[in-house]
Structure formats: C-alpha cells, structure tokens
C-alpha cells in the first residue's frame, strides 16, 4: 500500500534558522513521483517541486533544497536560512505511475512556524 | 496563479441542503481531480475524471457526485450535507492521466461550511 509519513506534526524556528522537514514514503512501484507542495495561511496548494524514483539527484532552488534517497524511502526538505514569509503546512505527497489514472497520496502535513 | 479556477471561494449552507462546487482546469489540462481537505482526514482524493470520462474514485461518499463537461470544466455536487462534510474542497488539473505523470497545479480551494 502507499503511504506518506510526514512525521513531524509542527516546528518552529526563528528566523535566519535552517530547517529540515521530513517525509517518508511506502510504495510497491518502481516508477512514482514524489511532490512537495506549500500550503500558505491563505489555504492555497502551491506546488515546489517534482521528483521522479529514477532521479536520486539532489535539487537546490534558491533557499530550498531537497534530498531524496530511496534506499531510506525518504525526500526531506531543507529551508536554509528560513524567513517569516516561509511560515505555512508543507505537504509531501506520493504519486503511482499507473496506466490511465494517477492521484496522489499525501502526508499529514508539517506546520512550520518561522519567528521574526 | 495556479491557473485553476474555482468557484466560489467560500459557502455557507445547512445541512440537508445541496451544493455544486465548480472548477476550471487549466487552459489545455484534460485531467480534473477532487480533493477533500478536513481537520480529522487530512487531503484525501475523491475522484479523477480525464476528458469527461471518470477514471478513479477515492473516498467519495455516495452522497458525492461529479462531472466534467466537454469543456472541461468539472463540478462536485454535494448532497445531503452534514456538519462533517464542512472542509475545504480542492480541484487539481493535470495535462495528462496516465503513464506521464505531471504536475497537478491546484486551485484555492472552496471553503464549505456546514451550520
């Protein structure tokens, strides 16, 4: 079965602080896609980035980084130097790769608080 | 801008009563994806239609229905509301629905509130 464990339920930094967010992922499949998307006080889903199983190549764009390793089954996300406008819950999420439909699985969701 | 659009934004309604929920996919996305968001149960998918045709279901109720026209655009009809069904519902749209996955890009969501 999949299933998405974003294990840390809510954090807070101050800011200029890195932080890393956790997400551990189960799945069967061998071609997946793992997501992480933002989800601002404003309730919108704003997508961050994309990953798929064949590409353990880690990702930088700008402050935010990702490390994805599949012999761990985790894709963590990294903030460095995190600021007051990245306060929001961060979803992780799984997508199976199947012929003629997809959906996504996702993690509860981490708050993070970022204090000025 | 995500480039989905949904409508509207916010409803306020008893329970008993019926709701539709409208999204707008991307300009050139085929696919329309429901998601319920509540407290209790997190993001959980409820259907998947693909050029007007459905192609999965998740956790819809019965009470639940959707459909996507031949525009596109797709509608989530709520019926029989109760108090439990108050969340904030998401449309997706991706520009495919199988083997080559892509990102969906999600709309702002409707916020039901059930009194």
């Known amino acids: 079965a999949q299933k998405v464990t974003q294990a840390q339920t809510e954090i807070s930094v101050v800011e200029k602080e890195d932080v890393t967010l956790d997400c551990v992922y189960e799945?069967?499949?061998?071609?997946?896609?793992l997501f992480w998307y933002k989800q601002p006080p404003s309730g919108e889903l704003v997508f961050l980035i994309r990953?798929?199983?064949?590409?353990?190549q880690n990702e930088i764009s700008g402050r935010y980084s990702w490390n994805f390793q599949k012999s761990t089954s985790s894709f963590n996300f990294t903030i460095t130097a995190s600021q007051v406008v990245d306060s929001a819950v961060y979803f992780c999420?799984?997508?199976?790769?199947?012929?003629?439909?997809?959906?996504?699985?996702f993690g509860s969701g981490t708050k993070l608080n970022v204090k000025p | 801008d995500s480039g989905v659009t949904q409508t509207p934004k916010h409803l306020i309604t008893a329970t008993g009563q019926r709701v539709t929920l409208r999204c707008s996919p991307r300009?050139?996305?085929?696919?329309v994806y429901w998601y319920q968001q509540s407290l209790d149960q997190g993001l959980q998918f409820l259907i998947h239609?693909?050029?007007?045709?459905?192609?999965a279901k998740g956790n819809i109720l019965e009470r639940f229905s959707a459909q996507q026209f031949p525009d596109l655009h797709s509608e989530l009809n709520l019926s029989s509301l109760e108090l439990g069904d108050s969340a904030l519902y998401f449309c997706?749209?991706?520009?495919?629905?199988?083997?080559?996955?892509?990102?969906?890009?999600f709309g702002q969501g409707t916020r039901l509130t059930v009194v």
């Open positions: 300009s050139g996305d085929l696919s």
């Open positions: 997706a749209s991706s520009v495919a629905g199988g083997r080559l996955n892509t990102e969906a890009f």
């Open positions: 990953r798929n199983s064949f590409d353990e």
């Open positions: 239609y693909y050029n007007g045709e459905e192609r």
């Open positions: 799945t069967r499949d061998t071609t997946y896609y």
């Open positions: 999420a799984l997508s199976e790769a199947l012929y003629n439909f997809n959906k996504f699985y």
